[in-house]
Each structure stands twice: as C-alpha cells, then as structure tokens.
C-alpha cells in the first residue's frame, strides 16, 4: 500500500477499507507516514468526510494505537462521560460523586484546560495536595475501594490522537466532524467504557457555535458508539453562557462544594442530573431516566455524594480541611464590573467571559502556560435576571494589576443589557441515543 494513493483515493470521494484505516494510523504513529502525507489526507477528509463504518474503523485504530484499560475487573458496568468542553462546566466534578454514590463506578481519564475552555485536572489541582497522576494500580485500587479516581490522560493513551490533534491544530483541519469523533470516542474506547455519556455543547463558548453542528457531531458519536458495541447517548446542551456561576479553577471547586450541599446553582445542577440520569441507565442501576433523576437527587439531599466526594479527595492525597474550611487559594486582586444601567441581562457571551478568565490567569494560553489557580469570574447575574444600575454583575479575581484593568474593559464586552426579559432557553436540547 502506498500513502499517496490513499490520499487520492480520499481526495477523489472513495471510501477506506479497514486495511487501508489501519495502514494510515499506524504508518502515522510509527513514524513512516511523514507529516505532510498525514496533513493532505486530513485536508481530503475535511472536504470529503467518511462514512460512519470508516469513522468507526478510523476510532478503533487509533484507541489501539496505545494503551487501553481494561476494566473488567470492576464491579459494575464502566460508564464514561466526555463533554466537549464549555466554560464553567465542572459537571465531572459534580456528577462523579453523584453517579459513584448511585453504584456506578467512575475511572475518568481528564485533560487540562486550553483556550477559553477549562480542564477538569486544573480544577482539581486547586485542592491542596490533589495528586492527578496515578500509578495503573493504585488507580484501578482506587476505583474498586472507593468508587471514584480521576487522573491526567496519560501520554500511552491514543498517541495517534496526541499526533494527529497537534498536526489538525496547525494544518487547518481540527473542525472536521469525522475527524472530532474519532479523536473523542478512540480515548473513551482506550479508555475501556462499555457505555459513554456524551454531553455535546451548542453555542458561543462551545466548540460547535450551532445547534445544527452540535447535533451532527452527536450523531457521529453515537452512530461510532453502536457500531463498536458501546451504549452510547449524548445529550446536546447550550452554552450561550457559562454554566454555573464560577468560571476559574479554585472558584469552581467551591461552587462544586456548595451544589453538593444542596445549594447549586440550578442549571449546572439540571444538567448533572440528565447525564448522570444516562449514566445509570447505561450503568443498568435504573430502568429510565425519571428514577435516575431521583436516585441521584436523593444523594444531594442526604450528603451521600458530598461523603462519596470527600472520601474521593482525600483517597488523592486532597486536604481536607483546606476543602472543609473552602481555604482553597483564591487570587487577591478583587474587582467588580458594575452595571451601568439599570435593565435585564440579555446574555453573559460564554465565550468572552472564558477569554476574560483566561486573561485573568485562569486558563493556558499555550500548552506551555503556567495557570493562575485562584484567578477568574463570579456570575452574580445569568441570563434574564434584573439589575439595578450600579450593582455589580461580575466580580473577578487575579493577581496581577495590569490584568485586572484588562478584565475589566472585557467584561463590558462580555455583558449585555436590556428594556426586554430574554425569552426563556433551555438549556438541554435533546438527547439522542
Ligand atoms: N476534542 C477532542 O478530544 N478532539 C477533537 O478533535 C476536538 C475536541
């Protein structure tokens, strides 16, 4: 087989054999596909697309271009959960402990954050001591004692996905759907789920700005989900704004913390409660959704997930009494973006408040970036509420003072107000399965 051939093969329409998926991934991985060869072929998928039996192919080759886990040693049906990332969705935070507390184990492999979008490894390194890497043992040990462990995505992990996602970053080509549902769903098969919970966003702080492409991708997902034998579900859910109230690494543990205790802001709570919902139907801990809702609703209301998070942190060398007494580190520098009339808010841009978070210290501007744990953004307001002129609607943490005038000129980009209340949006679309 050659490379130049397949690529004109794709170039010109054709659809790829298994061999000819396989020949490509692993010639890309061993080195003998040179980069240019793997960028043209990427620019024909781009253009040409893949049928879903390729996709599903391209998926499996690259989940076994690495390390795979195997959970079959668990108890319990392994139920995975990926977003695809938003601005202040500490959902994996929240719902781990809820789902785990329900009897649905959860080993999560976690990225850092990047760009405007935060990573569930950042957020945790907030709490002192938090160890996110693991040894495979003490991890699956983990796992079977305690329900939950969540550590960085480890480098043996789909290393087609870490070399061709560095290539697709500089050739034009990350926003090709065959391309994103491969790379998602090869590190949830790698990493062993036999059922996957996808949480898919649409709008201006998502990675799909419109509903229509949000559901393409669902769709892809879960057509590759079924062909590879794996429940799969994913829930599409706006990200017009942030979700929750904190947007920041230490800010969102805290706000994560409250939800636990019962006082969460209903949005980050509603959506936990869907895709946790998923995740016990495939998990088989429930019949359907509605008794899913209610197990996992029980468990904020009689500290069961609370105890389960606790036990989580502390299993991770978290402190907990930092976590306890919330003296997690929280950036010095306050400041507070105050409305300058009065009016309803008709949007906090989720987008520009991630930008703004980033700029603060919150996020990685590059890979490379050191973050500012304790930096970032405060929602006192969200979407529809009423303000008085002169109340504050964002406050906004960091440690540097040049930042803090920089934040302040975004978040007047970022707010908009209004005569008129918004009319309503919900924030969960569909589902499809
Ligand atoms: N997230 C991924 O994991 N892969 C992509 O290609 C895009 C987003």
């Known amino acids: 087989m050659r490379m130049v051939d397949l690529i004109e093969k794709k170039r010109d329409g054709g659809m790829l054999t298994s061999a000819e998926i396989r020949f490509i991934i692993q010639g890309y991985v061993e080195g003998q596909i040179p980069d240019y060869q793997m960028s043209a072929w990427a620019m024909a998928v781009f253009f040409r697309g893949m049928e879903t039996a390729e996709i599903a192919e391209l998926t499996l080759a690259m989940a076994e271009s690495g390390e795979q886990l195997d959970l079959s040693g668990l108890d319990g049906r392994f139920v995975d959960k990926h977003s695809t990332g938003g601005v202040g969705d500490k959902t ?12 649905v184990p959860i080993a999560k492999m976690s990225g850092r954050g990047l760009g405007h979008t935060g990573g569930t ?15 495979r043992e003490e991890f699956l040990r983990q796992v079977k004692d305690v329900g939950i462990a969540v550590i960085s995505q480890s480098g043996n992990i789909v290393p087609a996905d870490k070399k061709l996602y560095a290539l697709r970053d500089v050739t034009g080509t990350v926003p090709s759907i065959p391309l994103i549902a491969s790379s998602v769903m090869s590190k949830k098969i790698a990493a062993g789920a036999q059922g996957i919970v996808l949480d898919v966003k649409f709008g201006s702080g998502a990675f799909m700005a419109t509903l229509e492409d949000a559901r393409t991708l669902a769709q892809t997902m879960v057509g590759i989900g ?3 034998g794996r429940d799969t579900i994913a829930v599409l859910s706006a990200m017009d704004q942030p979700l929750g ?11 994560v913390l409250e939800a636990l205790q019962g006082k969460g802001p209903q949005d980050l709570v509603e959506l936990c409660l869907e895709l946790g919902a998923w995740m016990l139907v495939a998990g088989r801990k429930v019949q359907n959704t509605q008794e899913g809702r209610q197990r996992l609703q029980e468990t904020l209301e009689n500290g069961q997930a609370l105890a389960k998070f606790r036990e989580f942190v502390k299993a991770q060398g978290g402190d907990l009494n930092a976590l306890e007494q919330k ?6 520098l306050r400041s507070s973006y105050l409305a300058p009339s009065a009016g ?13 978070a980033m700029i603060l210290g919150a996020g990685r501007v590059t890979q490379e970036s050191e973050i500012d744990l304790g930096a970032g ?8 509420d009423w303000v008085e002129a002169g109340e504050p609607v964002l406050e906004l943490y960091t440690s540097s003072e040049g930042k803090k005038a920089e934040g ?14 918004p009319g309503f949006i919900p924030l969960i679309e569909e589902v499809i399965s």
């Open 327 to 332: 003296s997690l580190p929280v950036a010095p």
């Open 408 to 421: 302040l000129a975004l978040a007047q980009e970022a707010v908009l107000l209004g005569h008129e209340k």
């Open 377 to 384: 953004v405060y929602l006192n307001k969200k979407q529809g």
């Open 92 to 103: 994996t935070l929240l719902l781990s402990p809820m789902v785990a507390a329900c009897g």
């Open 226 to 228: 079924k062909t590879l």
């Open 344 to 356: 309803y808010i008709r949007s906090i841009d989720a987008r520009k408040v991630g930008r703004l």
């Open 121 to 135: 490894i950042d957020k945790l390194s907030s709490i002192p001591g938090f160890k996110v890497e693991l040894e």
């Open 245 to 255: 109230k904190a947007i920041g690494n230490s800010l969102e543990v805290l706000e």
